[in-house]
């Protein structure tokens, strides 16, 4: 891999990776707290950031550009994963925190993605029933907020440590 297409991947790899721990973050410590302080109140501004600002994409595109970039690297430093450095004390940290971060994209892709679906439908059923959630209504929406955040938490523990793996990696003993 040339120096210019290296660089390339490593501002791509750190610049998305910030991204995606800071929204993750954002969600986990502001936004998802606010939703559910405000109750039904929320649909509105959940819809515009689903339908209009497209959330659900920024947070699939982010973490797969992320990821993808991480393993150009990966594969650029262990020869085509292939060589002995793999083994070695950076490779072992990179591998942990590209696993971490792996793990992460896969939580929020299973759990996430669908609980914001089933959130999005019930809201559109609270709409078109005149703005008033049943209370059955309400009782599935924050348990799948509930189910929402602990997942969210959990991929923003995840996050924490692939960062930290990657932070660290250089400088393990080989």
Same mark, same amino acid.
């Given at each position: *891999?040339?120096?210019? =297409?290296?660089?390339?991947?490593? !501002?791509?790899?750190? +610049?998305?990776?910030?991204? $995606?721990?800071?929204?993750?973050?954002? #969600? +986990?410590?502001?936004?998802?707290?606010?939703?559910?302080?405000?109750?039904? !109140?929320?649909?509105?501004? *959940?819809?515009?950031?689903?339908? +209009?600002?497209?959330?659900?994409?920024?947070?699939?595109?982010?973490?797969?550009?992320?990821?993808?970039?991480?393993?150009?690297?990966? $594969?650029?430093?262990?020869?085509?994963?292939?060589?002995? $450095?793999?083994?070695? %004390?950076?490779?072992?940290?990179?591998?942990? %925190?590209?696993?971490? @971060?792996?793990?992460?994209?896969?939580? %929020? *892709?299973?759990?996430?993605?669908?609980?914001?679906?089933?959130?999005? !439908?019930?809201? @559109?059923?609270?709409?078109?029933?005149?703005?008033?959630?049943?209370?059955?209504?309400? @009782?599935?929406?924050?348990?799948?907020? %509930?189910?929402? *955040?602990?997942?969210?938490?959990?991929?923003?523990? #995840? #996050?924490?440590?692939? =960062?930290?793996?990657?932070?660290? !990696?250089?400088?393990?003993?080989?």
């Amino acid at each position: *891999m040339s120096p210019t =297409t290296l660089q390339l991947f490593r !501002a791509i790899h750190i +610049v998305f990776g910030a991204v $995606w721990l800071g929204a993750v973050l954002f #969600l +986990v410590l502001f936004l998802m707290p606010t939703l559910k302080t405000l109750g039904p !109140a929320s649909g509105p501004a *959940m819809a515009y950031l689903t339908n +209009v600002r497209k959330l659900p994409i920024f947070m699939m595109v982010v973490p797969i550009l992320a990821i993808l970039s991480g393993l150009a690297l990966y $594969w650029n430093d262990s020869a085509g994963f292939s060589s002995v $450095w793999m083994h070695s %004390g950076p490779g072992r940290t990179f591998g942990l %925190g590209g696993g971490l @971060a792996i793990l992460a994209v896969i939580s %929020g *892709m299973a759990v996430n993605a669908p609980t914001a679906r089933r959130l999005g !439908a019930i809201g @559109a059923q609270i709409k078109a029933q005149g703005g008033s959630p049943t209370p059955e209504q309400q @009782a599935e929406m924050e348990r799948l907020q %509930g189910r929402m *955040m602990t997942a969210l938490r959990v991929v923003a523990a #995840l #996050l924490i440590l692939a =960062t930290l793996a990657m932070a660290v !990696a250089r400088y393990m003993p080989t």
